[in-house]
């Protein structure tokens, strides 16, 4: 046989499951069901929520330095929280260096709880060269990615834009089977934020702001229905008329943002009614839960700027800045909680910025002015928890109460690290995004196990869009389907074939398609199959000579593997009926349950016997979503299938 034949067809494929032993079956596509190694499409599948704590928020207030309690007091006599009575500063790590030790404020027991559950990375003393304490100015560089410095000061573009842009190339202005939905997308504020803008012709975010606390929550299902002379008398729809008057695109990004929210839901319902905040992380979940693929959320937090009546002047402990910073912390907690509950906390991180922080000194109105270094909080179950960099020197103010030399960190450091270990851009991405000079340098703040793989480094959206890649047995031969919804610049696919998944082999080339934005649909045949159970996966070589592995496959031939599975209903409710018919006797085995981030959330031991078993599984306690449910019995046999709860 000459293993380089192959043939296309093109007529539309359906999605077929696997053959083993004439059984159908599907194996999960994720590998990490196979080996303990990053999966380049959890990677891709990873998304950046940014929180702009708007107006300066007060960094000496939220993080109160217990070592240097004295000082503190003696610089804020009127401002300064409490370390006993009924309402003290909540102790946040008793275990870090003396340098390093803070107290809360009382108001944000719940950021207490997220540090405890490993959920909360703490930056000290964040900003940038030469600080400016404008807050329009301000907030401008830190969403251009620039500074106080002549070269860096007057940026036109956002750092945001430069990144979506470089990363989504050929994907920026229309809704695409490859990205349906806008790559970047700002909530809370009404006003285009410049840090999505690029020098691409076409916008890289949509603004969806809602027009009351539950506004865009509420309203985002009649998007998809709203004409272009029918846009909603509010803010939001100000908005959206704003945007279809920009890009017709929008109205299509609009019935997609309505699908997948329809499509999605929130694992629980514990967020503040009132708060604007809670709403847009809602949003954000809901979003996400519903098939939502876009990769950066800019939302805002407004009302930092207090430089009068910060606190009660009776209760440092009450007040406007105390109101804040607990809608913050609750806020957060609701949100990773909701995360947690739909499965998708290994995909989520949440990262905070305020354009500047406040001085060291109180003011004569109860309030404090502007400042300069502040601190920055990343939130989700990848971080690496803790704290970086150590408290501010409240003994070196100037005059006027203004930290000297006190930053430690600069945000583009932060950003850097998060835009390629957490999404995995490339050097050249980052380059394009104009954080070159920080790549060298970044931080400690995604644990190891969670870092992406430089082999997931992606400098461009994936090469190709697979809609499935199926293998099954057919007479004495293995036929190979797949189809792609787009590909960029591919030259090749190889057919890859091993043993025991782990070690593959070059099986044979099949001709890409180049460029397409059409569905292509490719048939190959196996005609010399291995005896016994072997895996096949698809990997794809672009122009370049750049690799991209997809799907892993099995197909069994030669002996009777003795059993044959069936699991029902699909979507399912309460509960998912295995069903397994056995040829070789009782037999034990487990069924275990995964998320689509590959992690494990049930697992049963079972027993079946000769003929015919019957194993209901209670998926009651799992948030809607989609799941791999695999049957291994100790023979080595296994049967894994994707299925949807959906109550």
């Known amino acids: 046989m000459n293993r380089r034949k192959f043939f296309k067809v093109a007529t539309p494929l359906a999605a077929t499951p696997l053959v083993i032993g004439g059984t159908s079956i599907r194996a999960f596509a994720n590998q990490n069901l196979l080996q303990n190694t990053i999966d380049c499409e959890d990677v891709a599948g990873r998304i950046l929520v940014i929180l702009h704590l708007k107006g300066g928020n007060d960094g000496l207030n939220t993080l ?47 950021f207490k709880s997220l540090y405890d559950e490993g959920k909360v990375g703490i930056i000290q003393n964040v900003g940038y060269e030469m600080p400016n304490l404008s807050h329009f100015k301000s907030s401008e560089l830190w969403l251009a990615g620039g500074d106080g410095t002549p070269e860096n000061f007057n940026i036109q573009t956002g750092w945001m834009g430069r990144y979506l842009n470089r990363s989504y ?19 809370g504020d009404s006003k285009r934020s410049i840090g999505f803008m690029s020098e691409s012709e076409f916008s890289v975010s949509i603004n969806l702001t809602g027009q009351d606390p539950s506004g865009f929550y509420n309203q985002v299902t009649e998007i998809g229905t709203a004409k272009l002379n029918e846009v909603p008398m509010s803010q939001y729809g100000s908005e959206l008329q704003y945007a279809m008057a920009v ?26 009614p009132i708060s604007e905040l809670a709403a847009q992380l809602k949003t954000v979940a809901r979003l996400i839960s519903g098939g ?48 947690a509950g739909l499965g998708l906390d290994q995909k989520v991180l949440t990262v905070t ?25 990343v939130f989700g179950t990848a971080v690496k928890p803790g704290m970086l960099g150590i408290n501010p020197n409240l003994a070196n103010v100037t005059n006027d109460g203004q930290y000297q030399s006190e930053l430690e960190y600069d945000y583009r450091q932060v950003y850097a690290t998060l835009l390629q270990d957490w999404l995995g851009a490339s050097d050249t991405v980052i380059e394009e995004t104009q954080f070159n000079p920080y790549i060298d340098n970044k931080l400690p703040i995604i644990d190891q196990a969670a870092i992406a793989d430089p ?45 025991d998944g782990v070690n593959f082999e070059d099986l044979f080339e099949v001709n890409g398609g180049g460029n397409s934005n059409i569905p292509l649909n490719y048939t190959a045949w196996d005609e010399e199959p291995l005896p016994g ?54 037999a034990e085995g487990r069924i275990s349950i995964f998320n689509m981030n590959g992690q494990q959330v049930k697992s049963v031991n079972i027993n079946v016997y000769q003929g015919y078993s019957r194993i209901p599984v209670n998926v009651s306690d799992l948030a809607n979503g989609q799941y791999a449910i695999q049957l291994r019995m100790n023979n080595g046999y296994f049967h894994t299938s994707k299925h949807i709860v959906n109550r």
């Open 533 to 586: 159970t072997s895996y096949y996966r698809l990997k794809q070589v672009d122009y370049d000579g750049r690799e991209t592995k997809h799907n892993i496959e099995v197909v069994s031939f030669g002996d009777d593997p003795g059993f044959t599975v069936e699991m029902f209903p699909n979507p399912a409710n309460r509960y998912i009926n295995v069903a397994v018919n056995s040829t070789v006797g009782d």
């Open 455 to 499: 082999g997931c480094y992606l400098t461009n959206i994936l090469p190709i869009t697979l809609t499935y890649f199926n293998a099954e047995a057919v007479d004495e031969k293995v036929r190979l389907k797949w189809q792609t919804a787009t590909e960029i610049n591919n030259a090749y696919f190889v057919i890859e074939r091993s043993k």
């Open 169 to 187: 190339q050929g994907y920026i202005g229309s809704p695409t089977m490859a990205m349906p939905d806008p790559p970047g997308m700002q909530l």
């Open 353 to 377: 910025f305020s354009e500047f922080g406040r001085k060291a000194t109180e003011n004569n109105a109860l309030g404090t002015d502007h400042g300069t270094v502040a601190p920055m909080f």
């Open 64 to 110: 109160i330095p217990t070592e240097q309690y004295d000082t503190y007091v003696n610089q804020r006599p009127t401002l300064a929280l409490p370390d006993y009575g009924i309402n003290p500063y909540i102790e946040l790590d008793s275990s870090l260096p003396l340098e390093q030790q803070v107290g809360l404020h009382p108001g944000m027991s719940a």
């Open 292 to 339: 939502c693929k876009t990769k950066v959320y800019l939302l805002n937090l407004s009302g930092f700027d207090t430089h009068a009546l910060q606190s009660e002047s009776d209760d440092p402990t009450a007040g406007r800045h105390a109101v804040l910073i607990k809608d913050m912390a609750d806020s957060m907690k609701a949100f990773q909680d909701d995360l």
């Open 247 to 272: 890009q017709d695109s929008v109205s299509l990004y609009a019935q997609r943002i309505s699908q997948v929210f329809s499509q999605g839901t929130n694992s629980h319902n514990n967020y503040s």
